[in-house]
């Protein structure tokens, strides 16, 4: 069986920064826990690297503020040994996470980063309407997505 | 040369806000320094009025970091004010949710925080010396701090159901048992806990050697030492008495009557800093001055009760008493103590009646003034409430493990800086250093200043040039 | 007899007597409510149920609303919505909630509707009154931080308990609930330590003093059953 991780972080108290909690609760109930595992959480954590280890697929999912809002794009992922940037916190990149995977577990499974452009990251809850509709769209890619990764791998 | 003031703003890999200034004389040599933590809470102020049994969860929220540290100091203050007998598994159950915190915090503190400094030298490259050059230097260490962090944060996850502000310990005991499920997974993860502990030893001990500059200059002075003693004088976080030895290791205290701390302790409130300074009364203010934490706790116990961490600890004591003041031994201590964390929830998750479905004993208040104490990961926490006969807060006063040592952390700031800077010739290793020794104590800033209290001003404006052009105290 | 009448669009049908927001109920169509329960009087206090009928100048309570032939009701308007989360807003800020550390955490009605309506952080200014707590009775305790002045212990005490210890003191932001003639609970003579508006109150306001943070939950599915024995016995 093909192991799949989905880590979604943001603050879902931040509105859009939360898209990618709902991304991953949409998708929730769309996938077995043996197919699909999910972590969300408000950052990246240095504790992930277990469950990334244990991954043959890891789909990271996060508001961006560098895109035009309801925009979205998905790009593969390389591990990143940037290390100035770790040095006083506990939370990381989602390559260094995969650097991380690599240097302690020899194993840095395929990932793509996917990065919805939001438009308001005040307090509170719920999606503005354009980030909104992309979340949707990007629920449906990953499915698709996911789908796709595990028939490959049962033939 | 002028007189000159480094300010290092903020304190980077500690938990909280906090700054160092140290103050040069015209010859270059440091006059004086001291450590400053900037931020400020009130949490004493606010829960006056309040019914008690919120106080275990409106306590846990001090702290993002330790609010297990806080929840059972609450708890067992609120456990005095039932004056009841809380019932042994819910104890049991307690300790094993301290100790897990004690595993993860000291996890974090040992590699995520100091184990740049301990791995790659104090000089490495600053752009190497964090947690990914541990990590290509030495994975199976890397391995074992995520994995031990892991393991304290799911023991937490698993009795209380949430990872960082469990509602599940409160007065009388803990509202839920522990089912034979959640008791098999915390058993399954042991044998590599205890696996990766004992590595964490065999790597660091023998590499020790290489830091005898800071062994002799990281706060390294005669203090007391206070912390919970279980009975024969072994390892206690949850229970026991509250004892204070000497430098010498001889008897101050046996066992400090919970109820008259503030005879044994007074709180000195420094200008330069929100945080108290505590010291021991009868030796009064600065010579009072004692530690708490893994190193005191380990300096005033004869054993540690359990197999493996008896034998660290035997090892531990090789080293004479007068060496082991210095707090770089912090560091040791806290691996040593995570060993015995490890191996004494396996002892109490193997309890024949750690099951028992009776966890909370019931009853109104039966007592005006409670007085709980126990060992955070960072040292002896003390909550202290008084109610009205209804059983509302009138009162609270809270003694936080990190404020505890505060006299030793502004006393180490200025044994660093005399020992590392050499006629005002600074680097990037001496700063390092003068934090370094900040972070053997592992304060947790947020908890410590939870108080209302006065706001003291101290600004410095310092040029590029380090020319200290203005300067305002209040 | 039956009267036909549309909600949102989709034709229903009520008994004569029936109130806007039973009919909505009975079609599984949500209206919010605070201060209605079923087996007590409706008051129409909260205002959260207000709807729009078409023809009518003004905003209908449903509670207290009775349906008529040919109603055009909607539910889920835009200024609906806004005027919900408003009142919301402002029953926040008039007290002193704050969720993580009360007893009735995760099972608080106000709380609750928050979530469901959306009501994720307020545009009013917290007025952060001085109010008080009373935990004198020797079993349970009312905390006014924590009362949004539903009245249903009021109603519940008179109603069902025939006790009327409950009442309401006071005019606007100033109101509160009392128990006797605004004597402390513990020395009430009418209180029969029922726990009745315990029971019945939608916030941690009213609780037991045994209960630690979100240990509090509230039943109340006793009241249409004591209900009916009371009506059985009156017309019997």
Redesign the interface.
């Known amino acids: 069986m093909t192991r799949l991780l989905l880590i979604a972080y943001g603050n879902p108290?931040r509105r859009d920064d939360g898209v990618g909690w709902l991304v991953a609760e949409s998708l929730r109930p769309e996938f077995s826990d043996s197919t699909l595992t999910i972590i969300t959480s408000c950052q990246v954590l240095?504790?992930m690297?277990?469950a990334v280890s244990e991954a043959a697929y890891v789909f990271f999912v996060d508001a961006g503020m560098n895109l035009l809002p309801g925009d979205w794009h998905e790009e593969p992922l390389v591990p990143v040994?940037d290390?100035?940037a770790?040095?006083?916190t506990?939370h990381l990149t989602p390559g260094?996470l995969l650097?991380?995977s690599w240097?302690?577990?020899g194993t840095a499974p395929t990932a793509w980063m996917i990065t919805i452009g939001g438009a308001d990251f005040a307090?509170?809850?719920?999606l503005s309407p354009a980030v909104q509709r992309a979340c949707e769209a990007v629920c449906q890619h990953l499915h698709g997505r996911i789908t796709a990764l595990t028939s490959v791998q049962i033939r | 040369m002028t007189n000159k003031v480094i300010s290092i703003d903020p304190v980077?890999?500690i938990e909280g806000h906090a700054r160092i200034t140290i103050q040069l004389d015209s010859k270059g040599q440091v006059a004086d320094a001291h450590f400053h933590v900037t931020q400020y809470r009130g949490f004493e102020k606010f829960s006056e009025g309040r019914p008690f049994r919120e106080m275990p969860s409106l306590m846990a929220r001090i702290c993002g970091i330790c609010p297990v540290s806080h929840l059972v100091t609450s708890a067992k203050a609120c456990d005095e004010l039932l004056a009841v007998r809380v019932p042994p598994t819910a104890v049991k159950l307690r300790k094993i949710l301290t100790l897990a915190q004690m595993v993860q915090s000291h996890a974090?503190s040992f590699f995520?925080l100091s184990a740049?400094d301990l791995l790659l030298g104090m000089d490495a490259d600053?752009?190497?010396?964090?947690?990914?050059?541990i990590?290509?230097s030495n994975?199976e260490m890397?391995?074992g701090g995520?994995?031990l962090?892991?393991f304290g944060?799911q023991i937490i996850e698993l009795l209380g159901d949430k990872r960082i502000h469990p509602a599940w310990v409160v007065p009388g005991g803990v509202n839920a048992p522990l089912t034979a499920e959640k008791r098999e997974q915390m058993q399954a993860m042991i044998p590599e806990m205890k696996a990766f502990a004992l590595h964490m030893l065999e790597w660091f001990v023998p590499t020790q050697t290489r830091f005898a500059e800071e062994i002799l200059a990281f706060a390294n002075f005669p203090t007391m030492y206070l912390g919970l003693v279980g009975p024969g004088n072994t390892l206690e976080h949850y229970d026991g008495d509250l004892r204070l030895v000497d430098a010498k290791g001889k008897m101050v205290e046996a066992a400090i009557d919970p109820y008259s701390y503030q005879d044994a302790f007074g709180e000195a409130v420094e200008e330069h800093s929100y945080l108290k300074s505590p010291f021991y009364r009868p030796l009064g203010y600065p010579d009072g001055i004692y530690r708490v934490g893994p190193l005191a706790r380990l300096n005033i116990v004869d054993r540690c009760g359990t197999p493996l961490a008896d034998e660290a600890l035997a090892q531990f004591k090789q080293i004479p008493l007068e060496e082991r003041q210095s707090s770089f031994y912090y560091h040791y201590a806290r691996l040593v103590e995570i060993l015995y964390g490890v191996e004494r929830i396996e002892q109490l998750l193997d309890d024949s009646r750690i099951l028992d479905t009776h966890v909370q004993a019931l009853a109104s208040p039966n007592a005006f003034e409670g007085v709980g104490i126990a060992e955070a990961p960072r040292g002896t926490l003390l909550h202290h409430y008084k109610i009205d006969e209804n059983g509302l807060i009138q009162w609270a006063n809270l003694i936080i493990a990190t404020g505890n040592n505060n006299l030793a952390m502004d006393k180490g700031v200025l044994q660093t800086a005399r020992h590392f800077i050499k006629k005002g010739k600074l680097d990037d290793g001496v700063l390092n250093r003068v934090e370094a020794v900040i972070r053997t104590f592992d304060p947790c800033l947020s908890c410590s200043t939870h108080a209302v209290g006065q706001m003291p001003l101290h600004i410095q404006l310092v040029s590029a040039a380090g020319e200290v052009t203005d300067e305002i105290k209040r | 007899m039956v009267k036909t009448l549309r909600i949102d669009d989709q034709d229903v049908s009520a008994g004569t007597d029936d109130t806007i927001l039973q009919v909505a109920q009975d079609n599984a169509i949500f209206i919010p409510t605070l201060c209605n329960l079923e087996g007590l009087k409706p008051v129409g206090a909260c205002r959260l149920c207000l709807v729009e009928v078409e023809g009518y100048r003004g905003l209908a309570p449903a509670c207290v609303t009775r349906v008529e032939e040919g109603m055009q009701i909607y539910t889920q308007s835009e200024r609906l919505q806004t005027y919900r989360r408003m009142i919301l807003e402002m029953l926040f800020v008039e007290g002193n909630h704050v969720c993580a550390v009360c007893v009735s955490n995760g099972t608080c009605e106000l709380q609750a509707l928050a979530q469901r309506l959306?009501m994720?952080?307020s545009h009013l200014e917290y007025r952060n009154p001085a109010k008080s707590v009373d935990v004198s009775h020797y079993r349970f305790g009312v905390d006014h931080n924590r009362c949004i002045l539903c009245a249903r212990c009021v109603r519940v005490c008179d109603e069902i308990e025939g006790a009327h210890t409950w009442d309401l003191l006071g005019r606007g932001i100033q109101s509160q609930v009392i128990t006797d003639l605004n004597r402390p609970w513990g020395e009430s003579k009418t209180c029969t330590s029922c726990g009745k508006c315990v029971q019945v109150c939608p916030t941690g306001a009213l609780f037991k003093k045994s209960k630690a943070v979100a240990e509090m939950e509230k039943e109340h599915e006793f009241l249409p059953y004591l209900n009916t024995i009371r009506e059985v016995r009156s017309n019997g």
């Open positions: 108290l240095p504790e690297v277990t040994l290390a100035t770790s040095s006083m506990h260094q650097a991380m240097i302690l577990y307090l509170g809850e719920g | 980077t890999r974090l995520y740049p600053p752009a190497k010396r964090n947690i990914f050059g990590m290509e994975p890397a391995r995520v994995r962090r892991q944060q | 959306g994720d952080h």
